[in-house]
């Protein structure tokens, strides 16, 4: 009895999964990872009043076609010059563990407003990760609006290890895509349309697959 009642007890436990959009349905995607000069992406601060520092923090190896954020210039975006309407973002991500470490933090960027004043996240980090937050107009006027207590469910894996984030906006729906399922959702937003980015905040992390679709 016992080997018949444990392996239902774990078939119960696991996650229901998904496939990603990507993996979907991969045609009409855009490889939109930067090359070595970072052309059409751009540098900006992000909920800081201090200047860019002058040296960057990004910068991308080539040869395993990973995108690098040292996280130790300050706080900011790397943004993507489109501005776009519907859309999926996929991206994989990944800290790079150091002693003692604790408190990761980065995000994935949606339908900010070209000087990031207006701003959707999806949180990256070590705990509880996989949700939507932003400061985003309700009635027309900008307020913070934070979806972690609505998180279906933590899908986000272990420091060290990829996870793939598909951020989709279509219409005035935004959600989040984790690791096969979808945890977050904004189901009303005012901001139609914007710029899509990634986030650095103090720890080292790497994106590789930075794919884009656009929607009609």
């Known amino acids: ?39 059409n992406w751009t540098r900006q601060a992000f909920l800081t009043s201090q200047a860019l520092h002058p040296e960057s923090q990004w910068k991308v190896d080539t040869a395993r076609r990973i995108l690098i954020c040292e996280g130790d210039k300050g706080h900011e975006c790397l943004r993507y010059d489109k501005e776009l309407a519907n859309f999926i973002f996929h991206v994989e991500w990944r ?24 701003w959707h996240q999806a949180q990256c980090g070590d705990v509880g990760a996989g949700w939507l937050f932003g400061n985003t107009p309700r009635n027309g006027v900008p307020q913070r609006v ?7 469910e933590n899908r986000v894996k272990p420091v060290g290890e990829w996870n793939v984030y598909e951020v989709r906006g279509e219409g005035p729906r935004l959600s989040l895509w984790v690791n096969g399922g979808i945890t977050s959702e904004i189901p009303d937003l005012e901001v139609l349309k914007g710029y899509i980015g990634l986030e650095a905040e103090g720890y080292r992390i ?9 929607l009609p």
Not at 11 to 22: D, E, G, K, N, R
Not at 146 to 152: E, H, V
């Open 206 to 214: 790497e994106f590789r697959n930075l794919m884009l679709k656009e």
């Open 146 to 152: 934070n979806f972690r207590a609505q998180m279906k």
């Open 95 to 118: 800290f790079i563990p150091i002693p003692d470490g604790k408190g990761y933090n980065s995000g994935v960027l949606a339908r900010n407003s070209a000087d990031a004043t207006i």
């Open 1 to 39: 009895m016992k080997r018949l009642f444990i392996p239902l007890l774990f078939a119960v436990a696991c996650w229901a999964q998904t496939p990603s959009a990507l993996e979907s349905d991969p045609k009409g995607w855009t490889d939109i990872l930067p090359d070595a000069a970072f052309r």
